[in-house]
């Protein structure tokens, strides 16, 4: 799985970069994206690999940091990358005249850049709300603001996503033609895919956690937020879209 990650991943990188066609800021955002799980999977799953290798389960202290900060960083971007591409698709189908005007060089990057400066929260490995549980101290303060902070940044990004689906939703049933609302939609379908995916097996991790007092059931539902949603990612951005299984094609053939 890691390595299909890995692999579907990078594959979309160089079939964005190797075609000019492809130099849009919809996936400029994408590329950005799938690096965004590489990191994201790179970060706990090579760690669990050794463990299941060795038999051994310790880490030391700076390497849990390190993990922790890690996952953090990567968790962020792809929360923020996926709110970007919303507002993306906003702009091109409810100011379609002014996409390249609005998506400038110069707003992209940006956005990409903010998306480095952020913080959230998982599972199975380095853990804070696990961490914390191992501290000798009163950590109800401590958990309070984890989830408050997690929460309110998890609220912005959806509330982003969803007030650009809720406008472009308005604009497409304005559009007369069955032909031309199913256009417009198809073009949102593999991000509104990738985005339930993300939110969806994210808050099943969280609400998990919570409720069930069990670390087995607790580890499953992180595998699936942490190594299947960036497997699955790749999948339906290239079985759903010709314009990256042109490119993508076109690179496996001169490989072959």
């Known amino acids: 799985m890691y390595l299909v990650t890995v692999l579907g991943n990078l594959l979309i990188i160089l079939a964005i970069t190797s075609d000019s066609h492809l130099h849009t800021p919809m996936y400029f955002f994408l590329s950005n994206l799938s690096l965004a799980d590489v990191g994201f999977v790179s970060t706990t799953v090579p760690k669990m690999i050794v463990n299941i290798l060795t038999h051994s389960r310790v880490i030391s202290y700076g390497g849990c ?15 923020m990358l996926l709110s970007m591409m919303s507002y993306d698709r906003f702009v091109a189908i409810c100011h379609p005249l002014h996409y390249l005007v609005i998506m400038n ?3 992209c990057f940006s956005l990409v850049l903010v998306s480095f400066f952020d ?24 958990n309070i603001i984890l989830y408050f902070t997690g929460a309110i940044f998890a609220f912005v990004l959806f509330s982003g996503i969803f007030f650009s689906y809720y406008k472009i939703l308005s604009s497409i049933l304005r559009v007369p033609s069955s032909g031309g609302r199913y256009k417009a ?18 808050l099943g991790v969280y609400l998990s956690s919570a409720i ?12 699936m937020y942490t190594v299947v949603t960036p497997m699955l990612n790749p999948c339906i951005y290239s079985l759903r879209n010709r314009d990256i299984k042109r490119p993508l094609c076109r690179f496996l053939n001169k490989t072959v």
Do not use: W
Not at 119 to 142: G, R
């Open 65 to 79: 940091l390190t993990q922790m900060s890690s996952f953090i960083l990567f968790g962020c971007m792809d929360g």
């Open 105 to 107: 060089p110069h707003l």
């Open 119 to 142: 913080v959230e929260i998982s599972n199975y490995f380095c853990d804070p709300s696990l961490l914390l549980k191992l501290a000798c101290s009163d950590t109800f303060t401590n």
């Open 185 to 202: 939609f198809s073009t949102c379908g593999s991000h509104l895919t990738v985005v339930c995916l993300y939110y969806g097996t994210g």
């Open 212 to 223: 069930s007092q069990s670390p087995r059931k607790d580890s499953l539902a992180s595998v």
